[in-house]
């Protein structure tokens, strides 16, 4: 009964069988490299460099993508491996001149993945090279050994992903958003019928309406495991993130123009046609992320949106019933809703790999598609460098609790200092709350480990037992440890490491000892970095970045309104530092998903909170293409209403920034208005207004009332 409990748990924590698969191939690939090195070759350094060559690429390796892709990087980072062992093994004469190169190591290896977060799995793989090699005998001439056993294993290993066992590709996000895409075409077209024919069809209208928000909602990125996620900061994983708001986007507005159908039948509704065009633009771009598909075009879109711009109801005289408030409404959400589109196009054709023309990146947010990766990733590396970033406070944490535990190590003079080091880089985690919680689970499992080890050497002396069971260990420790959990998996790595030193420098139970005061001395400093250094981790500098960043999103704004009413400049200032804001929350929110989150910050939907600047960034430059600065200038109602609503919308940003400042629940605004209730709004302002002005006034009120609407969205998710 027993054995049987334990397999179906085993099962279910492992339902595919990942875990398993990937701990047979390292085990494969460990064992021969171990036996190899050791007993084929009879050398130590090639068998010691071959087996924790293994472990850190195959096991403390978090890598991204699909076999080939793993196997690609495995290789690719062999220069990155010899530069940190070789680095390690010249600075190993002094503890001092080790510890200094820990500090520039830990910090460099950990802050790289800033440019890259797929990436930062390599990470701990890389810290734990210039471990091994940093600590005595300080042996230089052992260093082509130490390189090759490593090399020996990770091309091996590389080997294993492909062809033993290779993990099935899950749908990757650019199938997931082509789905997405799918899926609001089809509610865009369901939306047109209903605009043009207000009774037809409402049931099948829901239907889609459904369909599309659960098909919308399955690309968010936290719903990717961290190594298919598009969170790069190159160009094409930029265009995808890009991709997904705008989807959100044309979503939203799709929304608000079905719910703002006309009472009677129009069968030929301006809106309805552009409608169905950004129906069959967004389909074609979706499926153009699907690999070997043709770029999509946006000619037609364009097209479209000329024609629809050209029909825009202004009226033929100066009368006031001459101006079709409503339809004017419906019109221009449409025109809203084709913007988005049109930026879903051009990020499919970036995300592709499509050269830009002058007019895909004349919307501002792919500009940076004709700058080179090398300045993209620049410009990353530079936004970090900022006290609020999460990841420059990580990156220093680490590099410092490391580099402590490496002079604590050489001043104590431990005979397996590095294992100091490697409980340290285990514990340590981005707030103090979780390196508290990891702490148990390792000194336990430790000393659990310890004992068991400790009593099987006192009875067991012959190394040729221990390199029996080396495989069995290696399984246990990699698979069964994994799936069981921290406490177990720390137990059984205390029991592998245990098996692999009696075969290379036989202590007795002396080594357990050993390991067991290392493990201690680690988790203390990992703890005590964790406390002392910027201990509440990324949920406070996420709601710091996310009250600045909302502050931000507010003066752009505001300054976009005063340029159309011909009061300020254009916003290009202050869009910018929207632009730069949202880098620091986007890194925030990233590493807040991998921490334990305090409930009372789980209360804020951080999805919509960075939302609001993507509907703020593209929605401005779209209304200042359509309507200039200034052209609401000398109409003084429109100047009052106008002030009156960006002044209430700036001050509900000021309300929801303070309120996730402070941890609070935001309070759900009002949604946004409806065409009937703009109506209202603006009809006591037409008077002998010329009906372009009329025009312009609808836009921008209809921009600010979609503006609401997604602030209301910052609220409880279980309430919305």
């Known amino acids: 009964m027993f054995g049987t409990s334990l397999l179906g748990r085993l099962r279910r924590r492992d339902p595919g069988g990942a875990v398993l698969r990937r701990a047979t191939r ?15 070759a009879g050398s130590s350094t090639l068998a010691t460099y071959g087996l924790f060559g293994t472990i850190a690429a195959g096991s403390f390796a978090q890598l991204p993508g699909p076999a080939p892709q793993r196997a690609r990087i495995l290789v690719l980072s062999l220069p990155a491996v010899w ?43 890389f810290q734990l090279f210039y471990i091994l090699a940093s600590f005595p005998p300080y042996q230089p001439g052992t260093l082509p050994e130490r390189l090759a056993g490593v090399t020996v294993a990770i091309v091996l290993l590389a080997a294993a992903e492909v062809l033993l066992w290779p993990d099935p590709v899950p749908v990757s996000y650019r199938q997931r958003l082509a789905d997405a895409a799918d899926g609001v075409a089809a509610f865009l077209h369901a939306a047109a019928e209903r605009l043009t024919d207000p009774h037809a069809a409402a049931g099948a209208q829901d239907r ?97 949106v000329e024609r629809a711009d050209a029909e825009y109801p202004v009226g ?47 919307v501002g947010l792919f500009e940076y598609a004709r700058r080179g990766p090398w300045t993209l990733y620049r410009w990353q590396f530079r936004s970090h460098l900022a006290p609020r970033s999460a990841h420059l406070q990580n990156s220093l944490r680490l590099a410092v609790a490391l580099a402590i535990a490496r002079v604590a190590a050489g001043l104590l003079q431990l005979t397996h200092g590095f294992w100091v080091l490697l409980a340290t880089l285990t514990v340590l985690r981005t707030s103090a709350a979780d390196t508290r919680t990891a702490l148990r689970p390792a000194v336990l499992g430790t000393i659990v480990g310890a004992a068991v080890s400790g009593g099987v050497m006192l009875v067991v002396d012959e190394p040729i037992a221990y390199a029996i069971v080396l495989p069995v260990t290696l399984l246990l420790a990699f698979g069964l440890g994994r799936l ?76 976009t309104v005063h340029a159309v009413l011909g009061a300020a400049p254009p916003p290009d200032d202050a869009l910018n530092r929207v632009r730069r804001r949202m880098v620091l929350i986007d890194s925030s929110y990233c590493q807040y998903h991998s921490e334990r989150h305090d409930p009372r910050h789980e209360q804020v939907n ?115």
């Not at 703020?616 to 009052?640: I, M, Y």
């Open 484 to 559: 069981l959990g921290p406490v177990w998996q720390q137990a059984l790595f205390t029991l592998l490491l245990t098996v692999v030193f009696a075969q290379l420098s036989p202590e007795g139970w002396r080594l357990a000892e050993a390991r067991l005061v290392d493990v201690v001395l680690g988790a203390v400093i990992g703890v005590l970095a964790g406390v002392a250094m910027w201990p509440r981790g990324a949920g406070y500098d996420l709601r710091a970045n996310a009250t600045r960043y909302l502050s931000a999103n507010a003066d752009a704004v505001e300054q």
């Open 26 to 40: 390292l085990t494969l690939v460990a064992s021969l490299v171990f036996y190899g090195c050791r007993y084929g």
């Open 208 to 304: 889609q309406r459904q369909r599309a928000y659960d098909v919308v909602a399955a690309t968010e990125l936290d719903r990717d495991p961290p190594g298919w996620a598009p969170t790069a900061a190159g160009a094409q994983d930029r265009a995808l993130r890009i991709c997904k708001v705008a989807l959100q986007e044309v979503l939203a507005e799709a929304d608000r123009l079905a719910a703002d159908a006309p009472p009677k039948p129009i069968p030929d509704l301006a809106a309805a046609r552009l409608l169905r065009s950004c129906a069959d633009t967004t389909r074609a771009a979706g499926r153009s992320l699907s690999p070997g598909a043709p770029a999509v075009n946006p000619a037609d879109l364009d097209v479209a």
């Open 83 to 125: 530069v940190l062992i070789a680095v390690g093994s010249l600075l190993a004469w002094s503890t001092w001149a080790a510890a200094a190169g820990m500090l520039v190591v830990g910090f460099v290896v950990a802050f790289a993945g800033v440019g890259n977060p797929r990436l930062v799995g390599l990470g701990s793989a």
């Open 606 to 720: 951080w999805d919509a909170v960075l939302s609001a600047g993507h509907h703020v960034v593209p929605g401005a430059e779209a209304l200042l293409r359509r309507n200039p600065p200034g052209c609401l200038a000398g109409w003084p109602e429109a100047e009052s209403l106008l002030r009156d609503s960006v002044g209430r919308l700036r001050s509900t940003y000021r309300a929801v920034a303070d309120e996730v400042a402070h941890g609070q629940t935001p309070h759900p605004t009002p949604p946004a208005t409806t065409c009937a209730d703009q109506l209202d709004r603006i009809r006591p302002l037409l008077g002998e207004a010329d009906p372009r002005s009329v025009r312009h006034l609808v836009e921008v009120d209809r921009w600010l009332a979609g503006l609401a609407d997604s602030l209301a969205q910052v609220h409880p998710r279980s309430s919305m």
């Open 316 to 362: 033929t005289s100066g009368v006031r019933e001459a101006v079709d408030v409503p339809r004017l409404c419906r019109d221009a959400t449409a025109l809203a809703l084709a913007g988005q589109v049109r930026v879903f196009a051009v990020g499919c054709r970036v995300a592709t790999g499509a050269r830009l023309d002058a007019e895909d990146a004349s």
